[in-house]
Every structure is written in structure tokens, then in C-alpha cells.
């Protein structure tokens, strides 16, 4: 009896160890990690932006739209609203969105079309 007393008491040691419980911790820091792996695998990180970002149905509606034009089952033109609504739900939370609506407007300035002709290309 006093050999199973020490076993049980080292068994129970690491249960309530109280560092995985604490935030912070490398324990409590390893969990978020393998939390976060695990939603990317789910999920694109952009999926995940527009979502959080409240614009997940304006972002889905547009990028079906692209894979309809893509597979020939639509024109790429009709997504050009989709975009739109899209772009005004991005201005909508500019925390979320603000470097994508940068990046999207200096593309507007230089690029008019799509795709852009050869020789604009080669200018």
C-alpha cells in the first residue's frame, strides 16, 4: 500500500498543474497555436479576414461569380457589382480592411482594364 500511495500522487501531480490553466503560459500559448493551426486548415486566411471582417457575403458572392466566369459559366463582367458591394462593405471596417482597400485602390489608378492590354503591359 505505501508503493501505491507515491504512484497515485505522481499521477495526480501533473493533472492539476496549474500552468495549463493560466493564460500565458507556454502551455495555455501552446494550446492557442495548435487552435489556430487547426481553423487555418479549415479555412484561408482570407476567408477568415472577410468573415471577421463582416464582409463574408459580399466576398463569397464575388469570388463565385469569378468561378462561374472561370469555368465559362458566366461573364467575368457581371462580377464587377459584386466587387463593388464588396469594396463598400471593406470601407465599412477599415480596421480589418484598410491595407486591402490601399492596395486595391493604387491598383485602380495604374490599371483600367483587365487584363491589360500588351502594351501597356510592356510599358
Do not use: H, W
Not at 462580377?79 to 490601399?102: H, K, T, Y
Request: charged share 25%; glycine share 8%.
Amino acid at each position: 500500500m505505501t508503493q501505491a500511495t507515491p504512484v497515485a500522487a505522481s499521477v495526480a501531480e501533473p493533472q492539476p498543474a496549474t500552468p495549463a490553466s493560466t493564460p500565458g503560459t507556454e502551455t495555455e500559448q501552446q494550446r492557442q497555436q495548435q487552435q489556430q493551426e487547426a481553423e487555418g486548415k479549415k479555412e484561408c486566411p482570407i476567408c477568415v479576414m472577410f468573415r471577421e471582417g463582416g464582409c463574408e457575403k459580399e466576398f463569397n458572392a464575388f469570388m463565385d461569380c469569378g468561378v462561374k466566369g472561370e469555368k465559362g459559366d458566366g461573364d467575368y463582367k457581371d462580377c464587377i457589382p459584386l466587387f463593388e458591394s464588396m469594396r463598400q462593405c471593406m470601407q465599412r471596417n477599415p480596421a480589418v480592411f484598410g491595407e486591402v482597400l490601399n492596395d486595391v485602390e493604387e491598383l485602380a489608378k495604374t490599371n483600367t482594364e483587365y487584363p491589360p492590354a500588351p502594351a501597356a503591359a510592356a510599358e
